[in-house]
């Protein structure tokens, strides 16, 4: 970290924590008797996903795609693709994708358009964070954690050129 970036906390890791709880809760109700997917996208949601699923205690299944967008830095290329599939098919089945943030929405809109293809019994969308302010294209988030102003964010799995994945709050990337 150079002497000019500072970070501000804008949800602390108790924010966060209690967050991911309610959307356990939400998610609990309707899929418990599913035995739904969860989709991962890598790398950013990782940490989500892990603290998310201590709290869903009933039978699931993980999945992760890794897919590439955002080239280094901060601006979205806007082209996405694949870097690492699914391992396992998911046709007829509840899939439910895991994101960290929704910005522009071409990343998750390109996934979502990629898996529906599949023939899922049924898809949807839990984002912990989004950013309205920044959308390119329309999406519907099934479960949404928080919405964010539009600043860079780092912290929780969210990353800035990789780095701050490991920061356990979400941060404001003030330069
Ligand atoms: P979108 O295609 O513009 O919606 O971008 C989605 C992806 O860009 C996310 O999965 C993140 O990896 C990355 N991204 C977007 N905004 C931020 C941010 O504020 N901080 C870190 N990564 C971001
Ligand atoms: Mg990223």
Same mark, same amino acid.
């Given at each position: 970290?150079?002497?000019?970036?500072?970070? &501000?906390?804008?949800?602390?890791?108790?924010?966060?924590?209690?967050?991911?709880?309610?959307?356990?809760?939400?998610?609990?109700?309707?899929?418990?008797?599913?035995?739904?997917?969860?989709?991962?996208?890598?790398?950013?949601?990782?940490?989500?996903?892990?603290?998310?699923?201590?709290?869903?205690?009933?039978?699931?299944?993980?999945?992760?795609? &890794?897919?590439?967008?955002?080239?280094?830095?901060?601006?979205?290329?806007?082209?996405? $693709?694949?870097?690492?599939?699914?391992?396992?098919?998911? $046709?007829?089945?509840?899939?439910?994708?895991?994101?960290?943030?929704?910005?522009?929405?071409?990343?998750?809109?390109?996934?979502?358009?990629?898996?529906?293809?599949?023939?899922?019994?049924?898809? $949807?969308?839990?984002?912990?964070?989004?950013?309205?302010?920044?959308?390119?294209?329309?999406?519907?988030?099934?479960?949404?954690?928080?919405?964010?102003?539009?600043?860079?964010?780092?912290?929780?799995?969210?990353?800035?050129?990789? $780095?701050? &994945?490991?920061?356990?709050?979400?941060?404001?990337?003030?330069?």
């Amino acid at each position: 970290m150079d002497s000019q970036t500072k970070l &501000r906390v804008l949800f602390s890791r108790g924010e966060i924590e209690a967050t991911v709880k309610k959307l356990a809760d939400e998610i609990r109700k309707d899929y418990q008797a599913k035995h739904p997917l969860l989709i991962g996208i890598l790398k950013g949601s990782f940490m989500f996903m892990a603290d998310l699923i201590r709290h869903l205690d009933f039978p699931l299944e993980l999945e992760f795609i &890794r897919l590439s967008s955002y080239g280094r830095g901060r601006e979205s290329s806007g082209k996405v $693709k694949v870097v690492q599939g699914l391992h396992s098919p998911i $046709k007829a089945r509840e899939v439910l994708v895991i994101e960290d943030i929704v910005d522009t929405g071409l990343t998750i809109s390109f996934l979502l358009d990629y898996l529906q293809k599949k023939q899922p019994a049924s898809l $949807k969308l839990c984002a912990l964070t989004d950013k309205p302010s920044r959308r390119q294209v329309p999406i519907n988030i099934d479960y949404l954690g928080f919405t964010v102003p539009d600043k860079f964010l780092v912290g929780y799995g969210l990353d800035w050129d990789e $780095k701050f &994945r490991n920061l356990p709050d979400i941060c404001i990337l003030e330069e």
